[in-house]
């Protein structure tokens, strides 16, 4: 296994950058997702250390190896990388078994028959795919399909597994069964993932640090829990769990700490800023409550099951979204108070 290591990476293409001085660190055995909206460069990011597209600047090293200078013109190609690929194609050979997939990648290597036959066993056994061994590609489903896929790369002992949205063609259910199977498959052979999405459920769930890039940089780099709950950036703050955002008007520092006027009301915020500008507001920093000045009008209220989402308007204007335990009607005036959002700067 390995870690991973880019400096100021970019790439153009024509002139035009979708790779914008990329420098990030993936320790060896971390689960990486690189999350963001479509066209900001998740797959080029991914297609250059895979070694399908060189660098037009920087540099990258996969453990002790530099794969990578555009300066030095080093370029290892992707057969020699000791990568494993998983995409969202599956890229199985149609006319090869379950079993003979998994292998294949051994007989290419010349592996003995015997040690071919351990091998292609432990990961069938760990993709739980024993079953369906002798069966065609065409046999299977789509999920079974993707485990072919990771089984393939389980034989190869890559140093680091690299996905391209590997589960965009399944339906909503099998994914949620699937991000346990690359769950499983990550704390099972503890490989360097890499794993690209523009699903922030799936990222949230999977990752233990998420990438999120816009326009060809990467904007923050955290934990799932920092992105959400500590955002560093006006895209993040917006892009990751829908948040709110919205401008502060003061900063002052009351007696139990930072505190924000914001909609015209005073609120204790957190922060790691001295004069940060902004709130995100989450569902959970809004509640109704009765005797508060500051009011909102019900704009929709939607189901989700056990509790009600409210898109709220606030008498400035401003939307915001709470989460209520029981129905109010479009249309109904409630009172708000916000608990302690996280505050940032944006400059
Ligand atoms: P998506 O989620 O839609 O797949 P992405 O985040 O993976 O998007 P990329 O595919 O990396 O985005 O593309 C980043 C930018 O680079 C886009 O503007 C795209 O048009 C451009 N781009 C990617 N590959 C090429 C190429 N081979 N030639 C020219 N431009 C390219």
Redesign the pocket.
């Known amino acids: 296994m390995a870690d991973i290591e880019l400096q100021a990476v970019e790439?153009h293409?024509?002139g035009?950058a979708?790779?914008r001085s990329v420098t990030a660190s993936i320790q060896d055995g971390e689960f990486v997702a690189?999350l963001?909206?479509?066209?900001?460069?998740?797959?080029?990011?991914?297609?250059v250390l895979a070694g399908f597209?060189a660098p037009t600047r920087g540099q990258i090293r996969i453990g002790a190896r530099e794969v990578a200078n555009a300066e030095t013109g080093q370029a290892i190609p992707p057969e020699a990388r000791n990568i494993g690929f998983v995409f969202q194609s599956y890229a199985l050979w149609p006319h090869m078994s379950v079993r003979r997939n998994v292998s294949y990648p051994l007989e290419v290597r010349g592996l003995t028959k015997v040690a071919r036959v351990a091998r292609t066993d432990a990961a069938l056994a760990a993709t739980g795919l024993m079953p369906f061994a002798d069966r065609m590609p065409a046999d299977l489903s789509g999920g079974q399909r993707q485990r072919v896929a990771l089984a393939r790369c389980l034989v190869s002992d890559p140093a680091a597994v690299l996905l391209d949205?590997p589960l965009a063609n399944l339906d909503v259910a099998l994914r949620s069964s699937m991000q346990a199977v690359f769950s499983d498959f990550h704390t099972r052979t503890g490989a360097t993932m890499v794993y690209?999405t523009?699903d922030q459920a799936e990222a949230m769930a999977m990752a233990d640090r998420i990438a999120v890039?816009s326009d060809?940089e990467i904007v923050q780099f955290d934990t799932p829990e920092k992105l959400y709950n500590q955002p560093d950036n006006l895209f993040v703050a917006s892009f990751v769990g829908e948040g709110t955002v919205l401008p502060i008007e003061a900063v002052t520092i009351g007696q139990v700490g930072m505190e924000a006027q914001v909609l015209g009301s005073r609120i204790a915020i957190t922060s790691q800023d001295e004069n940060p500008n902004l709130i995100c507001l989450r569902p959970e920093n809004i509640s109704i409550c009765e005797t508060s000045d500051l009011r909102a009008q019900v704009v929709r209220a939607t189901y989700l099951g056990g509790t009600y989402r409210l898109d709220l308007q606030t008498n400035s204007g401003a939307m915001v979204v709470a989460h209520a335990r029981q129905r109010h009607a479009e249309g109904t005036q409630l009172g708000l108070s916000i608990s302690n959002p996280w505050a940032f700067t944006e400059v």
Do not use: Y
Request: charge should be neutral; include cysteine; proline fraction near 4%.
């Open positions: 790439k293409f024509d035009v979708a790779l690189l963001g909206p479509s066209g900001c460069g998740k797959s080029t990011l991914l297609r597209e949205e690209v523009h890039m060809g």
